[in-house]
Structures are given as C-alpha cells and as structure tokens.
C-alpha cells in the first residue's frame, strides 16, 4: 500500500514538475511554480491592517482563514494600478506562511522546461532578488519568481502575528 501513496506522490511532483502559473503586471509576464500555489481567487475585500509595509494591503478572510495579501506591482515598486475584475489573488505559501499575491491577471499555466529557463542577467546587485530565472516561451519570455525572496525573515515574522 505504501508502495502505491509513494508511486502517486512521485507522480504528482511529476506532473507538475516545469509547470509555471503565468500572470500579468501590466505588460510583463511572470511565472511561478505551479507547487507553491495553493489556489487563485477573485480580488475581495481586504482589510487594512496598521504597520505594515505599504505593499502589503491587508488581510482577507478565505474561509475562515485570515491570508495577508501582497500587491506585487508595490513590491516591484511598479505604480498602483486600480483593481477590476480582471484582478486576482494568487494564494502561496512562504515560509509556511499563506500570502495572497494580488497581481494584475491571471494568464495560463504553461510548462516551460528545465533547458528553456537561464539565469537573470546579473545588472546590480539585488536587483533581480526575486526572479529566479527566465523562461523563453516562444518568442516571448516570462519572468520565474523566487516565492521565497519575497518576503524576507522579519517581514515574514510581521505576518505570522497576524494570521
């Protein structure tokens, strides 16, 4: 029996193993590994909650649960961009911590494989500190997102209070 639980964990990890969740900000696309999202919501009501870095807008509850949401366009230090129905949250987790990720649009889930993705060039230091790579799509590329540079640790620890 625990033969077969290993076999289908296997395959899980395969299936979803070069899989990226694509979205939009504005006109870049980004991606993150399909493994790290938990779900993708319409954007909701969010409540503010004082002391906290401006590109995290508040909270949400999902269900019962309370989810600190990021504007990833703020944490990029991309202009704010009024939320419509086009707009969602991207649920992960980080440093087993769940942040909603607000971003422009969801756009696809693609597989972009090992030997499609390169380094970020390196420009300045810390520039590119959450792109772990590119990934060339076609003619296109999409910008793979380190989830877990996101936050760094007293910012992570900010949000475990509140959840």
Not at 43 to 64: C, F, H, M, S, W
Request: glycine fraction near 6%; charged fraction near 25%.
């Amino acid at each position: 029996m625990s033969k077969t639980l290993l076999q289908e964990t296997e395959y899980e990890e395969d299936a979803q193993k070069d899989k990226f969740l694509t979205f939009s900000l504005g006109t870049e696309y980004y991606g993150i590994e399909i493994k790290q999202v938990t779900e993708i919501i319409g954007i909701q009501a969010i409540t503010g909650v004082p002391e906290l870095p401006d590109y995290i807008k508040g909270i949400v509850n999902l269900r019962g649960k309370i989810i600190p949401v990021m504007d990833v366009r703020l944490r990029f230090k991309k202009p704010f961009w009024e939320y419509n129905d086009r707009t969602c949250i991207i649920v992960i987790d980080i440093h087993d911590v769940s942040i909603g990720l607000i971003v422009d649009s969801v756009s696809e889930v693609l597989s972009i494989p090992s030997e499609d993705i390169v380094p970020p060039p390196d420009v300045s230091k810390g520039a590119n500190r959450y792109i772990k790579g590119i990934g060339k799509v076609g003619n296109a590329v999409k910008l793979l997102l380190d989830c877990d540079k996101l936050l760094n640790d007293s910012e992570t620890d900010q949000l475990l209070h509140i959840q």
